[in-house]
């Protein structure tokens, strides 16, 4: 039987299945090629969509936007803090409100709640664009970056997530490496681990696809053989600054660089969700290098540049992995 999403919200990976999620991987694919080819695809003309941002963003915004735009939709973007949403009205009210305007809404926010409420009250499909807990429509475009290097399946891969593994995307990459059925580990120190409610249902869902969720502070036995390399900012949107400094403590034995590369296996790829401070070319890189002398944090600039690194392949797959999500929920 053929899979069908039609209606669904896209909030979190536990919602879906294996194949849901196969689904959409192999969807991402299609309008990639679509695209590549300039073959029109116009599939949801005359439907409207908003974008609520709570944060900022680059990838997952432009995504949204072109996607629409692709097929056929009209779109309205509010950005952080130009809405009446928290403050002046509630996020039940907004939902009602909204689902009347629009066929979609994306929401990317603080706490994972306030997009399940939003979904649960507006009637028609949200989609997640980033909460605090979980980043969703990342995970469809890194699994296809992944599909695309290793075409021979996830099955048996060795996945490790260095560095702040219990983030959003952390979190998120445990729970779809469990249901693809890639080895997942988590490299980092025990304070910065997924929570254990959490790893206990990557867990249980691992050993049905007979692979395995690993948590190591032990970064040679973590990176060792690995097929992929994957890390993410120290401090993400929403945490104090402060946070800097007991992070760079923490973290630094976990960067990525060209030493941790030679010890995966030698057709290993890097990944990143980007932005990433792999130089002191962004205000904050600046201003960390300033007070605290690192001038590269969570990944070298030498691996973040080399062959290896398909964090640019990624990124554009963000785009034909939302289009799919977006196709998929409101056809
Ligand atoms: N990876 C990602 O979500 O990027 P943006 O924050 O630019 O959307
Ligand atoms: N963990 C990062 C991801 C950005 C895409 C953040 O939440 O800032």
């Known amino acids: 039987m053929g899979v069908n999403i039609a209606g669904r919200s896209f909030l979190k990976l536990l919602d879906f ?61 509010l950005e952080p803090g130009t809405s009446q949403m928290g403050s002046k009205e509630s996020i039940e009210d907004t939902a009602r409100v909204l689902g009347r305007f629009y066929d979609g809404i994306e929401y990317r926010g603080f ?23 979980f980043h969703p429509t990342q995970m469809i475009a890194d699994m296809l970056t992944i599909k695309e290097n290793f075409p021979q399946g996830f099955h048996g891969l060795k996945f490790v997530f260095m560095g702040d593994a219990g983030n959003n995307v952390g979190n998120s990459l445990m729970v779809v490496c469990a249901k693809l059925g890639i080895n997942f580990v988590a490299c980092g120190p025990k304070e910065q681990m997924p929570k254990a409610e959490l790893v ?29 390399i994957y890390t993410d900012i120290w401090v993400s949107m929403g945490e104090p600054k402060e946070l800097w400094n007991t992070r760079i403590k923490l973290l630094k034995p976990y960067q990525v660089n060209a030493e941790i590369m030679k010890k995966a296996a030698k057709d290993a790829i890097f990944m990143h969700c980007l932005p990433s401070y792999h130089d002191n070319k962004t205000e904050v890189g600046a201003s960390v290098e300033k007070e605290f002398g690192l001038s590269e944090l969570e990944v070298t600039d030498e691996v973040f540049e080399s062959r290896q690194s398909v964090v640019f392949d990624e990124a554009e797959n963000r785009m034909h992995s939302i289009k799919a999500i977006m196709y998929a929920t409101l056809k």
């Open 17 to 77: 299945t294996t194949e849901e999620i196969e689904y959409l991987i192999q969807l991402s694919q299609d309008f990639k090629n679509l695209k590549r080819t300039g073959t029109p695809h116009r599939y949801l003309e005359g439907k409207n969509i908003v974008l609520l941002f709570e944060k900022t963003s680059t990838r997952t915004r432009c995504s949204f936007e072109v996607g629409a735009y692709d097929l056929g939709m009209g779109v309205t973007y």
């Open 111 to 133: 706490a994972q709640e306030t997009v399940e409420e939003l979904a649960e009250k507006a009637k028609v499909p949200v989609w997640n664009g980033l909460t605090d807990d």
């Open 200 to 228: 206990e249902k990557a867990e249980a869902i691992a050993a049905e696809r007979g692979s395995t969720v690993t948590l190591t502070e032990d970064v040679d036995e973590g990176v060792r053989d690995a097929n992929v």
